[in-house]
């Protein structure tokens, strides 16, 4: 079985060696500036763990498939950017910052297309199996994007909403790259779903965590600015609990915080993260990426993994869970 080093090296030398560049340069210049810039590739990684349970050699018909789930996960994040009113990502300027939105827009199109023909280097027997987990993921993202929009005008909504909404716009993706490598190596569909299931548990402990270093992070090392959660009043998982845990006075003090414009954001951040230390949430957080760190790893139970595949995909969720950035 494959490392986790060697596998995201080969990931990285995957799409180091793919070039994203052509004309019209404003069209493609800007698939090549977000996927240059970096970001955890966890999800091609995952993907060729998966497969590397089974089969030892990484050859084009999963390497290019698992690809395409980091440049259709790219394509998301111009056009999250734009809906989020992001500056920055990774540390560097958004693609609709440095260029425009329509360019943004554009260019994302064509990432989404791009990412279909790299799929189809799947070979034709399970090429079949790939797309329709793939389709079916796609429209999961985009629905739970519309539910985090959705959320945007509810004052408060429950934790179960708040899950549901990070499992189809998150955990989809990142699950569906751990079933496609099981699909791709061939395995059984008792292992696919056990794997499948292990990805959606990670990618709740993954966005949780997510939100968690939006306030508790260091920006330089995280790539974003901390805080843009709370100014942008985004229905966090930090804010989620907030709200279910609050007194009725402290509900109405963090409504008056939300209503504060973000021009005064650094005043409305001190004063969120003030009322987030008095119902104790960023401990909760914390026990709360355990939980689903925990049930990960329990999903992986129907499996018959040898030490070394067990080893592996614990190492993975730790990377993942357990992150600084």
């Not at 990484?58 to 809906?83: C, G």
């Not at 959320?151 to 708040?162: C, L, Q, S």
């Amino acid at each position: 079985m494959k490392s986790l080093d060697d596998i995201f090296d080969a990931v990285r030398k995957g799409i180091d060696s793919r070039s994203l560049k052509a004309e019209p340069a404003g069209l493609y210049d800007p698939i090549d500036y977000i996927v240059s810039i970096g970001g955890k590739r966890i999800r091609p990684a995952l993907c060729l763990l998966t497969y590397s349970l089974f089969k030892d050699e990484l050859d084009d018909s999963v390497l290019t498939p698992a690809l395409a789930l980091e440049i259709f996960h790219a394509f998301t994040l111009l056009h999250d950017d734009i809906m989020d009113k992001a500056d920055m990502r990774r540390g560097h300027e958004t693609v609709h910052k440095k260029w425009n939105e329509n360019t943004a827009i554009l260019s994302g199109d064509v990432m989404s297309i791009k990412a279909y023909e790299w799929l189809c280097h799947a070979g034709e027997e399970k090429l079949p199996a790939v797309l329709n987990l793939f389709n079916r993921t796609a429209a999961q993202v985009c629905e739970g994007q519309q539910y985090d929009m959705d959320f945007e005008d509810i004052p408060a909504i429950p934790m179960k909403d708040y899950i549901m909404m990070i499992g189809l716009k998150t955990s989809a993706l990142i699950a569906c790259a751990a079933r496609m490598g099981a699909i791709l190596a061939g395995a059984d569909r008792k292992s696919a779903q056990a794997l499948y299931d292990y990805g959606w548990m990670l990618g709740i402990a993954f966005q949780i965590t997510d939100d968690y270093l939006d306030v508790y992070g260091d920006s330089k090392v995280f790539g974003k600015n901390t805080g843009g959660d709370i100014t942008n009043n985004k229905k966090s998982w930090l804010l989620v609990e907030s709200l279910s845990r609050a007194s009725e006075l402290q509900r109405e003090k963090i409504f008056k915080i939300m209503e504060m414009p973000a021009s005064e954001a650094p005043e409305k951040i001190r004063e969120m993260m003030a009322m987030y230390d008095e119902l104790g949430i960023r401990r909760l957080a914390e026990m709360a990426i355990e939980e689903y760190y925990n049930r990960a790893l329990y999903a992986l139970k129907p499996l018959s993994l040898s030490e070394a595949g067990y080893a592996g995909l614990k190492e993975y969720a730790v990377r993942i869970t357990y992150r600084k950035k």
